[in-house]
């Protein structure tokens, strides 16, 4: 059962944006790791009240609706870093909230809101649109524009939508679902025909051009290490290069895919992919506990002392300025095709590697 959540606007004015890159391309390196400044790692209610009494685990608190079916915390402080996330996208993806050549949309439903920041600048932008929100958490803001709306809800469940939508958007949903193709079969379901559906997700692989990378890595190991824990309890992470075959498969026509790169750290020598990976650094850093917590603690048997000792190194690998590495963030989007259109060819793929 869905509970609305009737919820000031929020300053959405863009911040300054620099241009996407092919993930083929090299981002050349600072010849200085130094930074020049210290580390980062100091890093309504007319719903049911017992959703906003959220489990308290581990020093941190979680969703209590579907409470365990999502694995990482919704406190002030990771609230706070999925806000500087959001702004961190909007930077990388020159200003641009969406990719799909929207016209006029009348609907349009975003899965897995969070904080509600991309709903709320898509309701400024298209004031025509209802923009609805959805999310295990109720931690979104109370005032919003006229036309937006929040929505607790699990999209894992079948009645997670009711009216056709003109635009379906997801984002950084990875390990918040068995099988992310579910997701992608109900959306094609419930779009319009001509709709589109977009997904902006993460690669959890971390990736190095120059070889200043070595092996033993100690923040590409937890990366691999949170990947286990995700994959033992049916959830995986890995999904974002999957995404356009997914897409097509569901039977989206016109699908597009685009690749970015962010820096974990910043190590670049350009000032503005430097200053995105200044900010990624600080996102990584206050996320590190909360991307571990739970996941090795049920996928992994952990103990939350060793989680927390085995993070002290790889926050320091994570700020290390002599390792070049990044992530890929893929953007893909789709069109349902209209009434009996005969089905048109998707572009090729970017190369991955």
């Keep these: 059962m869905s509970l609305t959540i009737p919820v000031p606007p929020r300053d959405t ?3 300054s944006s620099v241009e996407a890159v092919s993930p083929r391309s090299i981002i050349e390196a600072d010849s200085d790791p130094s930074d020049g400044l210290e580390s980062c790692d100091t890093s309504t209610k007319s719903v049911n009240q017992s959703i906003f009494d959220f489990v308290r685990e581990n020093g941190r608190t979680y969703h209590r609706y579907q409470a365990g079916s999502y694995p990482f915390p919704n406190d002030q402080f990771e609230i706070e870093r999925m806000d500087l996330q959001f702004e961190i996208l909007k930077v ?22 969070g904080t509600g920041k991309w709903a709320i600048e898509m309701g ?20 919003v524009p006229n036309n937006v709306k929040f929505v607790i809800d699990d999209a894992n469940e079948e009645d997670w939508m009711l009216d056709p939508m003109d635009y379906i958007h997801t984002r950084l949903l990875a390990g918040s679902f068995e099988d992310f193709r579910d997701v992608i079969a109900k959306s094609f379901r419930y779009l319009k025909p001509g709709g589109w559906m977009e997904s902006q997700e993460m690669m959890t692989t971390v990736y190095c051009d120059d070889g200043t990378m070595s092996p033993d890595f100690a923040f590409a190991e937890w990366t691999q290490t949170q990947d286990q824990a995700a ?10 290069n999957k995404l356009k075959r997914w897409y097509e498969q569901a039977g989206f026509v016109d699908v597009h895919e685009e690749v970015f790169k962010l820096p974990i750290n910043s190590w670049p020598k350009d000032p503005q992919f430097k200053m995105l990976g200044r900010f990624n650094e600080t996102n990584l850093l206050d996320g590190l506990q909360a991307f ?16 927390e000792v085995y993070l002290v190194h790889v926050r320091k690998a994570l700020s290390d300025r002599n390792v070049h590495a990044y992530h890929k963030i893929y953007v ?6 209209e009434e009996n259109e005969l089905g048109v060819p998707s572009p090729p793929s970017q190369p991955t590697s």
């Design 13 to 15: 004015s863009p911040p």
């Design 124 to 143: 400024n932008t298209f004031p025509k649109a209802e923009v609805t929100g959805t999310d295990l958490s109720p931690i979104q803001p109370e005032w």
């Design 332 to 337: 893909v989007w789709g069109r349902k095709p």
């Design 292 to 307: 571990s917590l739970q996941l090795f603690q049920r996928g992994l048997n952990w103990t939350k002392d060793e989680i």
């Design 231 to 240: 994959m033992n309890l049916g959830k995986p992470l890995r999904i974002a």
């Design 92 to 113: 990388l993806f020159k200003g641009r909230n969406f990719f799909a050549p929207l016209k006029d949309p009348r609907k349009i439903f975003d899965i897995g809101t």
